[in-house]
C-alpha cells in the first residue's frame, strides 16, 4: 500500500474512505445541540463558536471517569 501501485478507486468503488472516531473521545448529542439552538435563537452555522460551558451539555464521555478527570485539566 506504500506505492503509487495500489489504485484508491479500486479498492473503495463507493468513493468513501473514512477513518473510525477514537472510542475514548466524547460524542456530541447532535439533536439536543440543535433543539437547544433552534430554542435560543442561535444559526446552527454558528454552534461552533458556543462556550465550552453550553457545550457541556451536549457531550456524552463513554467513559464518566474520564470526563471528570478532564473537566479538571480545563
Known sequence: MGGNEWDWDDNF???????????????VKVRKLVDWCRANGIPLSEAH???ATIMEQFL?????????DEKKQD
Request: aromatic residues 8%; hydrophobic residues 20%.
Open 13 to 27: 468503488p463507493s468513493g468513501v474512505f473514512a477513518v473510525p472516531p477514537d472510542p475514548n473521545s466524547p460524542k
Open 49 to 51: 463558536r458556543l462556550s
Open 60 to 68: 456524552e464521555y463513554p467513559n464518566k471517569d474520564r470526563a471528570k
